[in-house]
Structure formats: structure tokens, C-alpha cells
């Protein structure tokens, strides 16, 4: 079955650091793949996403490259703001007849301090 | 508009109450969803309806109804819950078909439930 593996948090760093999480896919197929964020007490909002192989999503200095040889879409931060601290989710969705499944990764906590 | 409106933001009940939880999205989407989500934990799929009807109901027990009165609604009806069922409940819409559809959801900011 499909799966999702994100490098185990908490993960903290100080402001203008280099960010990656790492995240890796089993899937069949080519499915779609997204990092969302979850912000303390809100829902899940849409960060990036790639639908194919060699795709690189970007938005809000965040960036990570579908890469099918490796089965990898690491999320990278050039430089993180203290407002980037949440919890970041990747996932790849999978077509079914009815709809779009998510599968999650565990989730991994980041923690910017000033 | 690209939003999904969830209401009640916060919602406390004992195990004999009857309350609903609701969802709202104007964006055309065809297909909605519930999760549940405890804390520190991703979102598990509840049930996903498509075109108004439902077609994946993940084993949730029947104290869980969901209902889907129109393309633009969805609800969660409530009814002699446990203590362990106070999560946060995100619901979500997407477009059905390619290629519309890259797979992508757009979540509420979700329901907090506390049952006692």
C-alpha cells in the first residue's frame, strides 16, 4: 500500500537557519505529492505540491523537488522566520474512483526561536 | 473564494448529547471529506462523499452520521459520544475529476470537540 515517511521531529532551529525535512513515498503508480502546515490551534493549509515527477512546488521561500528515483520530496528553507514555527505534513494523494486519499506522514514539529 | 467554513469553531457535549458539526465550501467541489485529528497526530480519513453520495466510509462507528445535504454542504451528526472521540474534526473539499483534480484538499480550520 501506499506510504509516507517524514523525518522524525521535533525539529529546532534559530531564526535565518537552513530548513529540511525529509519525507519519502511508497505508492504504486504516480501520485500527486503536497506538504501541508498546521499552525498552532488552526487547520491544515496547502504549502506546496508537484503531480509529477522532476515537479518542483514552491510558495513562501519553502521549496521540495518530486523525485521519483529516489521516491523523496525534502522540504528546504533557505532562511526561517520565527513565524514559520508549525507542524509540517507530507502526503500524496492517490485517485480512487470516488475522490482524492491523502496519506500523511507523522507529522514533524518545527520550532523557530529568535 | 477559496474557502471551506467549518462551524462550530469550539464545541463541548456530555455522552448524551445530540449536537452537529458543519461544513461549508463555494467552490465548486464535488467531493468533501471528514477527519478526525488528535493531537499531535496527522488527520485520519472518517468518510469522503462524492457528487452528494457517500463513497468511503473508513469503519467510523454509527455514533458518527454524516450527512451531505447539497454539492456546497456537509455535516457530522453527533449522538452519545465518548470521551475519546474529543479530537479536532477537519473537513475538507476537492475536484472530482482530472484533470482538475491534482489530488488536492482544501481544509476547514476545523471543529474542537470536547466530550466529557
Known amino acids: 500500500g501506499n506510504s509516507v515517511t517524514q523525518m522524525e521531529g521535533p525539529v529546532t532551529l534559530s531564526e535565518e537557519a537552513f530548513l529540511t525535512i525529509n519525507c519519502t513515498y511508497t505508492?504504486?503508480?504516480?501520485?500527486?505529492l503536497f506538504w501541508y502546515v498546521q499552525y498552532p490551534g488552526e487547520g491544515l493549509q496547502l504549502l506546496l505540491k508537484?503531480?509529477?515527477?522532476?515537479d518542483k512546488g514552491s510558495n513562501k521561500g519553502f521549496e521540495a523537488t518530486y523525485r521519483k528515483e529516489t521516491t523523496s520530496f525534502h522540504l528546504e528553507k533557505g532562511s526561517v522566520q520565527v513565524s514559520d514555527s508549525a507542524v509540517y505534513f507530507c502526503a500524496l494523494s492517490r485517485r480512487e474512483t470516488s475522490g482524492s486519499r491523502l496519506t500523511f506522514g507523522e507529522g514533524t514539529q518545527l520550532t523557530v526561536n529568535p | 473564494d477559496t474557502e471551506v467554513t467549518q462551524t462550530p469553531k469550539h464545541l463541548v457535549m456530555g455522552m448524551t448529547n445530540k449536537k452537529s458539526l458543519k461544513c461549508e465550501q463555494h467552490m465548486g467541489h464535488r467531493a468533501m471529506y471528514w477527519y478526525k485529528q488528535k493531537a499531535k497526530k496527522p488527520p485520519e480519513l472518517m468518510f469522503v462523499y462524492s457528487y452528494e453520495k457517500l463513497s468511503i466510509n473508513e469503519s467510523v462507528p454509527s455514533r458518527f452520521s454524516p450527512e451531505c445535504p447539497n454539492s456546497s454542504l456537509l455535516n457530522l451528526h453527533l449522538h452519545a459520544l465518548q470521551p475519546e472521540d474529543s479530537a479536532l474534526y477537519l473537513c475538507?473539499?476537492?475536484?472530482?475529476?482530472?484533470?482538475?483534480?491534482?489530488?488536492?484538499?482544501?481544509f476547514g480550520e476545523g471543529s474542537r470537540l470536547t466530550v466529557l
Open positions: 475538507a473539499s476537492s475536484q472530482e475529476l482530472p484533470p482538475a483534480s491534482t489530488g488536492e484538499l482544501f
Open positions: 508537484a503531480t509529477k515527477a522532476d
Open positions: 505508492a504504486t503508480g504516480y501520485p500527486s
